[in-house]
């Protein structure tokens, strides 16, 4: 019993080691301070492509 009440509290630690700055992370970024940069080089590099049109004589 005392070895699951320590494997626990050992699981616990490391999740909150891991976690807690992918948590600051994720929160940062879903806070739209990037999202607005990365769809706007997105849709810049979207219509900066060459356009593929061919005519049909």
Known sequence: ???LVGL?????ALLHWV???LEAVFTWTLQ????????GLFFIWLL???SDRT???
């Open 55 to 57: 005519t049909s004589n």
């Open 1 to 3: 019993m005392i070895s």
């Open 48 to 50: 900066a492509g060459e």
């Open 32 to 39: 739209l301070n990037l999202l607005p940069w990365l769809l």
């Open 19 to 21: 976690l807690e700055p």
């Open 8 to 12: 626990c509290l050992l699981v616990m």
